[in-house]
């Protein structure tokens, strides 16, 4: 049994503000297909006579900092350009080459040279070398029943090695920390934390983190990332104890968003003049459970589709 879920918003940026009672989800795919679609353009994109709402998404995309820089070159297929039969198939050959994905989904199938188009596909894998425990019993979260796997003390050498898998960054906290906390202080404590959870990829990190928000998700994001590192790995309190254990609520997300205000908006762009956006879809497939980060064949992917005409 369990509450009512709460509505989800895909946001565009992180500069969302949180509102009670409403998920916030954010991909950095998006942004990535934004970038190459500026480059096509030859800057920013500016569109003709865009009301309020389309101008704030536009805005947004191009101030957005991410590109692909923040992702594995080798996870991240990214092209803008006009929908040629070589362009089609070149984008095409990479999926298949650095994915494994020979039937991509939201790639346009037949050339429309007289089209522009930006498609961005991140495919990323997280896995746990050994898998953490699923629980057997629902953890009550925020207000409702939910599916749950972490990390606690069963057997000596199974959990032993399990725990080095796990980071506590905050709070890492010793003895002598507690004796001089206020009682804020100590609630704080175990109402709080960021976890690292460490995968197969030494250069990926996968963070979970529970705290109190901040008026935009990048806030809530910077003050997490704010947490990391700031004890060194070898912290007395860095792993959790025999007496402790770590739940984390199973994340199992497929959603869409369909970037309808933009759609119709024709480009002021000298290089796509006279073009008009047709539909642009972002869909996100991910998965967090006891084997890590998975989504279907164990891959976490989103697919941002294409501004196209």
Request: aromatic letters at 10%; a negative charge; charged letters at 25%.
């Amino acid at each position: 049994m369990s509450s009512a879920p709460c509505p989800t918003l895909f946001a565009v940026d992180l500069e969302v503000e949180h509102v009670n009672k409403q998920n916030l989800v954010w991909s950095a795919g998006m942004a990535i297909a934004w970038k190459e679609l500026m480059s096509l353009a030859g800057g920013p994109i500016v569109l003709a006579g865009a009301d309020d709402i389309a101008a704030s998404v536009v805005r947004a995309l191009n101030g957005s900092p991410v590109d692909r820089s923040i992702v594995d070159e080798a996870c991240c297929v990214a092209r803008a350009g006009f929908q040629t039969a070589d362009f089609l198939r070149e984008v095409r050959d990479e999926i298949a080459r650095k994915l494994a994905d020979p039937s991509p989904r939201l790639l346009p199938s037949t050339p429309a040279p007289e089209l522009f188009m930006a498609y961005a596909y991140v495919q990323q894998r997280m896995a746990f070398e050994l898998p953490l425990y699923r629980t057997s019993w629902p953890l009550y979260f925020r207000g409702g029943f939910v599916e749950s796997f972490g990390l606690w003390w069963r057997d000596p050498v199974e959990s032993a090695a399990l725990v080095r898998q796990l980071r506590v960054h905050h709070p890492c906290y010793t003895e002598a920390d507690i004796e001089r906390m206020s009682d804020a202080e100590y609630d704080v404590m175990y109402d709080e934390f960021v976890v690292e959870l460490f995968t197969t990829r030494p250069s990926d990190r996968l963070i979970v983190a529970m705290l109190n928000r901040g008026p935009t998700l990048g806030a809530t994001v910077a003050r997490a990332m704010s947490l990391l590192d700031r004890h060194p790995a070898d912290h007395p309190h860095a792993q959790i104890g025999t007496k402790e254990k770590l739940e984390v609520p199973i994340i199992d997300l497929d959603i869409t968003r369909r970037y309808d205000e933009l759609f119709g908006r024709s480009v002021e762009n000298p290089p796509l003049r006279a073009q008009q956006f047709g539909e642009v879809v972002e869909h996100l497939r991910f998965r967090l459970d006891e084997g890590g980060g998975t989504a279907g064949d164990r891959i976490a992917r989103a697919w941002p589709l294409y501004p196209a005409s």
